[in-house]
């Protein structure tokens, strides 16, 4: 039987549970009229479907891993899977192949010989699968009238059932600390690996890029390895270009809808500009790649500039700014609005024009959520690929002319574990590097934002 349908089978014997349980507590409700009990039917219920589906998903996710190494084991035990080659490449495609055609996800195999491999992998599934059945019901069965049975009207079953829930809280508020630490120890080991093959500082100095992925290990140009033109072109497409499109737009347009445009007009113009986070990147490189690019090469040629590149990163920036202007203006419109409408009424009681009021009472106490705004922006303009790609290319080029081409970490990133290269080549640990120096420069403007926030907040009655 499949993951699914396990699942399924715990859902299901968790209900039949929860009913039993339920029955048991109200019979001794009314069977015993002086007996109170020390939580209502429901909770025994619920108790006694958790004894059931807690350990059933435990042995669902056990076994999810398990059956289908015990499977394979089986199939290499069988006359056809003693008859493979050694292990290697070669055993292990023939053994997918086989696994594939036998659970129905493929119609036939690539390898002539694999075939042979099918009816021991159907047979080993079949087995296997009925095995999990038979173990799941045990377990299910056998913590089921485990738990029937302590149904009494003195346990404290709401108790107990709000212990679990609250384990279970705790354990999805967790998933996104421990994800985070995941990723980071995937990206400080792969990290260290590179650079025991080049040297930090070749990495983080060097104004070169050009990893060979054919090169030999033993072969491989420190050199080639230099990362500042792409920390420069994140900076300057990301952090620059489309900064001074989204902060000055966003922050304008967030002050005229709270603090100018009539709500007739504001109930529309919101909704139409955070449509813009909406839209998927890729809508937004064919419109830099096939609309902005263009016009801004004609633009160049119109001023006198020789043979300007029709992907650059002035392009890029721009949509960029465009596509992270709802980030900002989301944020600084929620925070202009927060500030008591007395600190914008006493400014203009003393005698400050409008433009005063705005600049030199609500910006500023508005000021932590414009922060956090353009923090958000910056972290997701710097971590942008499609853009990048489609308007100003993958070459990596140290410039500050916006007109020239120009290339991102991001970009490269994909770039490198995309390429036929192995994941012990330097060229394909790099990756990991630019991911990790890009983790630490996320980690680094949250910090920053954070700090903003503390130092500038006030708290308003």
């Known amino acids: ?60 996710a056990l076994w ?19 008859a493979l080659p050694a292990a290697g490449m070669e055993r292990a495609t023939m053994l997918a192949e086989a696994r594939a055609v036998a659970a129905g996800s493929a119609r036939a195999v690539f390898n002539p010989d694999a075939q042979a491999l099918v009816l021991p992998f159907r047979a080993a599934m079949t087995r296997y699968g009925w095995i999990g059945t038979v173990l799941a019901l045990i377990i299910a069965l056998a913590a089921g009238a485990f738990a029937y049975l302590r149904v009494k009207p003195e346990l404290r079953a ?121 839209v998927p990147t890729v809508v937004y490189g064919y419109f830099a790649a096939l609309t902005v690019a263009p016009f801004i090469r004609d633009a160049a040629l119109m001023l006198g500039v020789d043979n300007p590149s029709s992907e650059s990163a002035l392009a890029a920036g721009l949509v960029m700014g465009v596509m992270i202007i709802p980030f900002v203006s989301s944020m600084a419109d929620d925070s202009i609005a927060a500030v008591p409408d007395s600190m914008r009424d006493g ?34 303009a710097i971590g942008e690929t499609m853009i990048v790609v489609m308007a100003a290319s993958t070459a990596a080029n140290l410039t500050a002319n916006p007109l020239e081409a120009m290339t991102t970490v991001t970009v490269q990133i994909v770039a490198l574990l995309t390429s036929e290269g192995s994941f012990d080549h330097p060229a394909t640990l790099a990756a990991f590097a630019l991911g990790f120096v890009l983790f630490l420069v996320t980690l680094a403007l ?15 009655d």
Do not use: C
């Open 1 to 60: 039987m499949s993951p699914a349908l396990l699942l399924l089978l715990a859902l299901g014997l968790g209900l039949v549970g929860w009913l039993a349980g339920r029955a048991r507590a109200a019979a001794f409700r009314t069977g015993m009229p002086g007996q109170r009990l020390s939580a209502l039917p429901n909770y025994h219920g619920w108790y006694v479907a958790l004894w059931i589906v807690i350990p059933l998903l435990a042995f669902v």
């Open 158 to 278: 709401r108790t107990r059932v709000e212990r679990v829930v609250m384990a279970v809280l705790l354990l999805a508020s967790l998933i996104a600390i421990l994800t985070t630490l995941g990723i980071f120890l995937s990206l400080v080991f792969e990290t260290v690996r590179f650079f025991g093959m080049v040297s930090p500082i070749d990495f983080l100095t060097g104004t070169m890029w050009g990893p060979d992925t054919m090169a030999a290990v033993d072969r491989t140009d420190p050199s080639l390895y230099g990362a500042v033109p792409l920390f420069w072109g994140t900076i300057f497409i990301g952090a620059i270009i489309a900064m001074l499109v989204a902060i000055p737009l966003g922050l304008m347009s967030a002050i005229y809808l709270t603090q100018y445009a009539h709500p007739r007009a504001r109930r529309w113009i919101k909704p139409t500009l955070e449509i813009l986070a909406g």
């Open 446 to 460: 949250n910090f920053f934002a954070l700090s903003v926030v503390k130092r500038f907040r006030e708290a308003y």
């Open 64 to 82: 999810a891993f398990a059956a289908p190494e015990l499977v394979t084991q089986s199939v290499l035990a069988s006359p056809a899977g003693q």
């Open 347 to 380: 400014s203009l009681a003393l005698g400050a024009t409008a433009n005063e009021t705005i600049r030199r009472v609500l910006v500023p106490a508005a000021l932590p959520g414009i922060v956090a705004g353009v923090m958000l922006a910056v972290s997701r």
